[in-house]
């Protein structure tokens, strides 16, 4: 203080000025800082929770945070662009009116859809069953896609292309959320990639770098101790491990890679087992639930029976994923790798397992839906006796898989962890002492997040309100996990630390979105569009709107848009970007190596007499 | 008092802390000049007198114990290391005046730079302050960080080879010991100390 006033004196009136308006200025914006953090959601309890269970954790709640703002921006953007524009025309608020163009070129039959609605007497278990289920009364509303067969929105004068628009705005979700995880995997990467050639410098970060210096509660600190005792003997431990690997004999090597060969056949067997039996149960599901659709004969009785074949191939994929993962935890024990590395190869496993359910899923829907044998689907294209309207019944085993997701969270919650606490806590026997306190294990929940999420942006397009849903889910799931986590879990003894696992969620759910694309491809662009609903019935595929749109355009403009999408166009690019991708490689390679070099320095300075 | 945040690694992220807002600091001639922009500092300070001398906290010195009663020192293993460290006192009680318990929240706080706190992260890990962080004083450390209890220290051979470890990590020189800058170059890329909070944004 004492230099700053010294200085003062001597600046001129105006550098004077400028100094106390930047300070005040600077005090303005710290100001506005501090009340928009109190804007920020739950914020005070990530803090919370990460002072009691670590960063890890913290940041597994603060992923979900963001899970629960993605949801809602996808909702507000499929809303704002492609329902609130159906809704407005429809009740014609605005002077609007909507235009059905009936279908030309097309045959009759292909056009017949009758969703039984709100026809009728609806029993209760009816209603329940519909609820559950997507069908009925819900199939109608605006949450499926065959709500939005119109083809264009007048709102007086002015031409709103739906179609378009639908497209557009799948594409723009799919693009909104691809952009927002890897600006928020950047900054992780960036350290991570400067900080890969200094692997070996773990050992002093966890010492220098250890303590949390935020910690006021003393039984916390016991914690943390305990915790950092735990990584530093698991990180020793690893070292002398990797020592005795390097040790290891032929002989010994012979055996471990045969056992190890032998595990992945088994691997390989259990995943072709857990994709066949989801196939099997989706047609079987399929089949009989539009039997009973197409009978119309709901029995109160068999309201139960009904319910659960429509959710059968729900439960046994979340079976599926459940033994897939014990399984896959007992296995790799056999295989005798490092724990860190034990640890990766069950996680790649699981998703693989987790994400090709899902695929395998779509893909057995899909050979219903294209099921020609017998000439079923001849004038159409898709089976159009089964499936008039194929993506509201696409959307329904979305909406089915979502609502059983959340129910399954809840009931682990409610029915295992609980009693599990209450067991351990009043019942001393050894078995169940040993059994112990649930703990949270970050890895699971973080596969359970990114299945649900892998859902939602792959049921978006077919059901446009799902990220509604999923927002709802996110945010209940929040504050289920949180109370799990207070009164049940322990916390882990080798917490995750925050750099890693934030890498490590981003990387799974960039996988489920990358993942999402493939059948959301397959669907815009190769099946073709049910002719009986939605806006896509004048097209021969959902795709196929934006060559029409295209042609409207003036010449030119058409001209330069079909020559960026030729080869002629696509090969440059493509090699430029393969020259830039090198060029960046060797870049960050050359600064390696200048940080190898002034590193040498450092040791040099210390004894050359010339420094 | 709306906290700002202080470090999860040391003296980096994590953003849950009550130490008080706006200390700004300029580093010039290696000694902070303080531009205090809100009395929450002072307020704490004199919280931990008696009532009677808190008309005058300017000019007195806390004693170490009431020092240590302080949420945030009081679970930390480090606390008696970092009242010494700050404390000014030629009595050598690590008594500390109000100057050094506002050097102590500046340097804790989200806008000191990392050369900074890894300068004052160097001299608290000296336990023996003799400037340099030798096998003894690596020893004391980790001792510190898993806890004083018999069943939480690390066996010998496993503190024997964690010291080879980090010496090998950060011992540019190779003389066997830990100077300034060495620690400073290691704790500069430590992912979890850079995270946010510790870095100069």
Redesign the interface.
């Known amino acids: ?4 006033q010294a200085d003062v004196k001597y600046l001129s009136r105006w550098k004077k000025w400028k100094r106390t308006s930047s300070k005040s200025l ?2 303005m914006l ?1 100001e506005v800082k ?1 009340l928009s953090s109190y804007l920020v959601l739950w914020r005070h309890d990530i ?2 929770i ?2 009691r269970f670590g ?1 890890g954790i913290q940041s597994y709640f603060s992923f979900l945070r963001f899970l629960v703002l993605l949801n809602f921006i996808i909702f507000i953007l499929m809303f704002g662009f492609v329902t609130l524009p159906t809704i407005i025309s429809t009740y014609g608020i605005f002077n609007s009116t909507v235009a059905k163009i009936s279908p030309q070129n097309i045959e009759y039959n292909c056009t017949i859809y009758e969703p039984r609605g709100n026809k009728g007497l609806v029993y209760f278990f009816t209603y329940l069953q519909d609820l559950f289920s997507g069908t009925g009364f819900l199939e109608v509303t605006s949450l499926f896609y065959g709500y939005y067969t119109v083809d264009n929105v007048w709102i007086s004068m002015m031409r709103y292309n739906l179609p378009l628009a639908y497209l557009l705005a799948t594409f723009a979700y799919l693009a909104l959320s691809l952009l927002w995880i890897i600006k928020r995997s950047v900054g992780g990467f960036k ?2 990639l ?2 890969d050639a ?1 692997q ?2 773990s ?3 966890k ?12 039984n ?3 914690l943390k ?2 915790s ?2 735990y990584e ?2 698991t990180d ?1 431990e690893e ?2 491990l990797k020592q005795k690997i390097a040790d290891r004999t032929i002989k010994e090597k012979l055996r471990i890679y045969s056992l190890r060969i032998i595990i992945n056949i088994i691997v390989v067997a259990i995943l072709s087992g857990c994709f066949y039996s989801i196939y099997r149960v989706t047609v079987f599901s399929q089949e009989n639930s539009n039997v009973s659709m197409r009978t119309d004969s709901i029995d109160n009785m068999n309201f139960l029976a009904n319910l659960l074949v429509q959710y059968l191939p729900s439960m046994v994929m979340a079976l599926a994923n459940f033994f897939g993962l014990q399984i896959f935890t007992f296995l790799i024990k056999f295989e005798d790798y490092l724990p860190a590395f034990e640890i990766i190869l069950t996680l790649m496993r699981c998703v693989f397992l987790y994400l090709a359910n899902i695929g395998v899923l779509l893909f057995s829907l899909w050979s219903q839906i294209s099921d020609c044998a017998a000439g079923k689907c001849e004038p159409c294209g898709y089976n159009y006796e089964l499936y008039p309207c194929w993506e509201s019944n696409v959307g329904q085993e979305m909406y089915k898989l979502m609502l059983f997701d959340l129910i399954m969270i809840l009931a682990m919650t409610l029915f295992v962890n609980f009693p599990r606490k209450l067991l351990v806590s009043h019942c001393s026997w050894k078995l169940i002492q040993w059994y112990g306190f649930p703990e949270f294990g970050i890895s699971d929940n973080v596969l359970q997040i990114m299945y649900g999420q892998t859902i939602c942006w792959i049921g978006t397009f077919f059901s446009p309100l799902l990220p509604a849903i999923a927002t709802v889910k996110y945010f209940v799931i929040f504050y289920i996990k949180k109370i799990s986590l207070i009164h049940t879990c322990k916390p882990a003894a080798k917490p995750i ?3 890693i696992s934030n890498l490590f969620f981003l990387a799974m759910l960039l996988l489920g979105l990358l993942l999402a694309f493939i059948p959301l491809g397959v669907s815009i662009a190769s099946i073709p569009s049910s002719k009986a609903c939605g806006p896509f019935r004048n097209f021969n595929t959902s795709w196929e709107v934006v060559p029409v749109t295209i042609l409207e355009f003036p010449i030119g403009l058409q001209k330069v848009l079909f020559g960026m999408a030729s080869e002629s166009f696509a090969v440059p690019i493509f090699m430029v970007t393969c020259l830039i991708m090198f060029y960046l490689i060797a870049l960050s390679g050359a600064h390696k190596r200048v940080i190898e070099q002034l ?1 040498e320095q ?2 040099l300075v ?2 050359d007499p010339l420094y | 008092t ?1 906290g700002r ?14 130490f008080p ?2 200390l ?1 600091l ?1 580093h ?2 290696h000694r902070a ?3 205090l ?1 809100s009395s929450s500092a002072y307020k704490r300070f004199s919280e931990l007198l008696p009532k009677e001398e808190r008309e005058n906290a300017r000019s007195v010195r806390i004693p170490k114990s009431h020092i240590l009663t302080l ?2 020192l ?5 606390q008696h290391r970092i009242c010494h460290v700050f404390s000014t006192s030629e009595a050598g009680d690590d008594s500390m005046s109000f100057e050094d318990f506002l050097d102590m929240l500046s340097v ?1 706080s989200d806008s000191a730079t990392s050369d900074i706190k890894s300068h004052y ?1 160097f001299r608290i ?1 000296d336990f023996d302050d003799n400037g340099i962080l030798d096998r003894k004083d ?1 020893e004391k ?2 001792n510190c ?3 004083q209890g018999e069943e ?1 220290r ?1 066996s010998s051979a ?1 503190i024997e ?2 010291i080879q ?2 010496l ?3 011992d ?3 003389d066997g010991t830990i100077n300034l ?1 060495e ?1 400073q ?3 500069s ?7 946010s909070g510790g870095v100069q944004q």
Do not use: M
């Not at chain 1, 203080?1 to 700053?4: A, H, K, L, S």
């Not at chain 2, 945040?5 to 009550?18: Q, T």
């Open positions: 203080r004492d230099f700053q600077k005090k710290n501090g803090r919370n990460g002072g960063t350290q991570n400067v900080h200094d070996f410098q050992y002093c970060n010492v220098f770098a250890g303590w949390d210096f935020c910690i006021t509660d003393p916390a600190a016991w101790q305990r950092l005792q530093l003997q020793l070292e002398r630390r925050a750099s590193r450092l040791v210390r004894f | 709306a945040s202080c470090g999860d690694g040391l003296l980096g992220a994590g953003k849950h802390c009550r807002e706006g700004l300029s010039s001639h000049a303080l531009v922009s949420p945030e009081r679970a930390n293993p480090f804790f992260a890990f690596l450390l980790v960080l898993t806890g939480s690390l496993e080879q964690l470890n980090i090998e990590e950060s540019i020189d190779k800058s620690f170059h290691v704790v890329r430590s992912p979890d100390f850079a995270r």
